[in-house]
């Protein structure tokens, strides 16, 4: 083992855990030991130290107990400048900062200054973990980059950025370099930061790097299943499966060394665009620990490797950089050249299945002219006009791939999309035009991207895009009259009429006894998988994890039991349950895994259900905030009396049958009431349930189960006239 680290790393940890014992004397003073702290809206407390050490931070005399934790984790402070022969130290020191930072922070929420502010984040909620931290599971984002410091220029910060985004990395920023963060070099150059764009400015100051430790160590807890207090799994889940690394630019001071050796316990290393002096390997890194003096335009392509990243670069062939990074970008009014669609201007996109000998692969035509021959401004006609063909590809599939433009285009950079079918609303920027992006493009991303994602199901792709306003509107007749037909087909498809229903065992990465059955009238949890999707699925992937469920006999009307959706829950959840109901929430319910849209649960004093979604953040009438409820649903259990369920499974007529159906719905968020109204109200009119939306109590109106009561009485809700649900 070669000369391993220097002191800095102990002073900075010295230099934290006292302005910890600062801060936290402060807080005691004005507000008494007994003061609650916490992060917003997470159930994991203060999550390095409660993953750590089990410890529970809520209140500031927890805090002194965490700083206890930190001050015994200090090693002696060194005398001199001097290579320590023992990595551990370091490591140590680290984690001591780590604890330290987490009390900082805190105390900052309860006496400020506060963390949230401007452009800046503070803690990310279990909300944001749970959508953003499934990405790093299934791998649709391969990790995270937290940049500390700020790059010598804003110039060289938006290019560092960009090449980030490009490689689907999420970038957590915290930390300055004289006063001058990285975040705010961004913003200053009009880029765009937030979750949706995975520039994700956690906060100015060095202690801020805690948000994207925290972060990691929430993914192993709840998605790798790891207990708190086994911090050793918690950092090995890290090193193994979160792919992250430190970029420090600028002058890297003892306390940001300090972070770093905490940041190498996790398996993540530093690369640094200055002279730090260097840790080699030992084994606790993939690679080196600490990589100096790297060159801005190398800089990304070096973390990369050394962290040991397979980034799949994105394969489509256009001049605008791609990846799902550039898909939550919004473009301004002034920033966009042009704007399809629109109300009063036709356009739309089709997906239609033709001949294999009907089509050619490959033929992108635009038919009428380009965007080089168009005004800038809104009001532009366009017919995005998509021809497949394939030995397995099917008609009904049509819809599936159509939905998926959404993302394909979205991804481009300087692409906004907007809506489907024919009533569509995109934006192309000033920028990606200036860059040379044109219509055509559109049918090259088209093209490649269904040939990556659905080569199993399909040969050949043609894409036409019609330009002129009187030709798309010619073509929209043909168009309207498909979605007609599709719309009375999907209609027509019912539990009743199909044989079989699809699995999706996706979630058992994390869930391992969690399955999804799906059926027409019931969507995957998640909400993203129809039983339409189920079934391309399968056919794109036979040995995938949407596999064909034979219903079998039926066993139980009501609920909803058939022996093969049983037999087949038992196999895949590994003999941990045998039975499902399809249509209940009290006897048996589905399983739910940790991505439910939304989660119902009985309030018993009502004989009716609320429902929450993941938006909501405040409290429940059930007396539960959703995080807590996600916790107690959650990890692939079956718990009756809670379900979590997808959006689109509250306006089906099988939404919780077993149990008395739609009309058991007495207390939901008043922005989901909004959302989804219209298709309550039109399943409420099916069952014959009159003004029913306006019977269901909200936020505004309830919060607890004795307020909810009062006023169903108020309404006359019909739950009232209802048998007991048990
Ligand atoms: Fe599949 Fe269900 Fe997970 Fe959605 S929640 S990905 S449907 S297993
Ligand atoms: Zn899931």
Not at 155 to 175: D, H
Not at 495 to 519: K, R
Not at 587 to 614: H, K, Q, Y
Not at 650 to 660: N, P, Q, V, Y
Request: hydrophobic residues 40%; glycine residues 10%; charged residues 25%.
């Amino acid at each position: 083992m070669s000369r391993i680290i220097c002191s800095a790393a102990i002073r900075g940890a010295y230099s934290i855990v006292k302005q910890a014992e600062e801060k936290l004397n402060e807080a005691i003073e004005s507000k008494g030991k007994d003061a609650k702290v916490e992060f917003p809206n997470t159930g994991y407390c203060l999550p390095i130290i409660y993953a750590a050490t089990a410890l529970k931070v809520k209140t500031l005399s927890d805090c002194e107990e965490a700083l206890g934790h930190a001050r015994a984790l200090l090693p002696p402070m060194p005398e001199e400048e001097v290579w320590l022969p023992y990595l551990g130290w370091a490591l140590d020191a680290g984690i001591a900062t780590l604890f330290a930072e987490e009390v900082i922070e805190a105390c900052k929420y309860l006496i400020g200054p506060n963390p949230v502010e401007g452009i800046w984040l503070g803690a990310a909620s279990d909300v944001i973990l749970r959508e953003r931290g499934i990405e790093f599971v299934d791998g649709t984002a391969p990790g995270f980059a937290a940049v500390v410091g700020a790059a010598p220029t804003n110039e060289i910060a938006v290019k560092i950025a960009r090449e980030l985004q490009e490689k689907n990395l999420y970038v957590f920023i915290s930390g300055n370099t004289n006063g001058k963060s990285f975040a705010e070099q961004l913003d200053e150059e009009g880029v765009q930061l937030g979750w949706e764009t995975r520039l994700v400015p956690f906060g100015k100051s060095i202690t801020a790097t805690i948000y994207s430790l925290g972060f990691a160590n929430k993914a192993a807890l709840s998605f790798g299943g790891v207990a708190p207090a086994d911090f050793r799994r918690n950092l090995i889940y890290n090193k193994n499966r979160i792919f992250a690394f430190v970029m420090a630019l600028g002058e890297v001071d003892d306390e940001k060394y300090a972070n770093a050796a905490g940041a190498i316990n996790y398996g993540f290393p530093t690369i640094a665009d200055t002279n730090i002096p260097s840790v080699l390997p030992t084994g606790v890194c993939t690679y080196e620990h600490v990589v100096p003096n790297i060159l801005h335009d190398k800089i990304v392509e070096k973390c990369i490797e050394v962290r040991g990243l397979k980034v799949a670069a994105a394969k489509v062939d256009i001049p605008v950089s791609y990846g799902p990074a550039f898909e939550g970008e919004r473009i301004r009014k002034e920033d966009m050249q042009i704007e399809i669609g629109g109300p009063g201007t036709p356009a739309f996109e089709y997906v239609v299945m033709r001949d294999n000998s009907e089509i050619e692969d490959g033929k992108v035509e635009v038919v009428g002219p380009d965007m080089d021959e168009m005004e800038p401004g809104p009001g532009k006609s366009l017919g995005i006009y998509v021809e497949v063909s394939g030995r397995k590809m099917q008609s009904e599939f049509e819809p599936i791939f159509e939905r998926r433009t959404h993302h394909f285009l979205g991804e481009a950079q300087g692409f906004f999309h907007m809506g489907q079918r024919d009533i569509i609303r995109h934006r192309i920027s000033k920028d990606a035009f200036n860059k040379g992006f044109r219509l055509l493009h559109i049918g090259k991303i088209i093209h490649s991207k269904y040939h990556e994602e659905y080569g199993a199901l399909l040969d050949k792709v043609q894409v036409t895009l019609y330009t002129r306003k009187e030709e798309v509107e010619k073509k929209l007749d043909e168009v309207k009259a498909a979605f007609t037909e599709r719309d009375e087909r999907a209609l027509g498809m019912t539990d009743a009429s199909v044989n079989q229903f699809y699995s999706c065992t996706l979630c058992q990465s994390f869930a391992p006894s969690h399955v999804c059955i799906i059926s027409p009238e019931r969507s995957g949890l998640c909400g993203a998988v129809s039983w339409l999707d189920g079934k391309a699925g399968f056919e794109i992937t036979p040995t995938g994890p949407n596999q064909p469920i034979e219903k079998g006999k039926l066993l139980d009307e009501k609920l909803g039991l058939w022996e093969g959706t049983n037999r087949f829950l038992y196999q895949a959840s590994n003999r941990e349950f045998e039975q499902v109901s399809m249509y209940s929430m009290v006897t048996n319910p589905m399983t739910s895994c940790g991505c439910f849209e939304c989660i119902s649960a009985m309030l018993p004093m009502t004989n009716g259900i609320m429902t929450v979604d993941r938006d909501y953040t405040g409290m429940t009438p059930c007396g539960m905030k959703f995080s807590t409820l996600a916790g107690t649903v959650g990890g692939g259990i079956q718990t009756p009396g809670f379900v979590g369920h997808s959006k689109f499974y509250m306006g089906s007529s099988k939404f919780i049958s077993g149990d008395g159906g739609l009309a058991r719905l007495v207390w939901m968020p008043k922005q989901l009431k909004e959302e989804i109204g219209e298709a309550l109200a039109e399943a409420a009119g099916k069952a014959g349930l009159e003004d029913f939306v306006n019977k269901i109590a909200d936020e505004t109106i309830a919060v607890t189960e004795e307020e909810v009561f009062e006023h169903l009485q108020k309404v006359n809700h019909p739950v009232l006239a209802m048998e007991p649900m048990f």
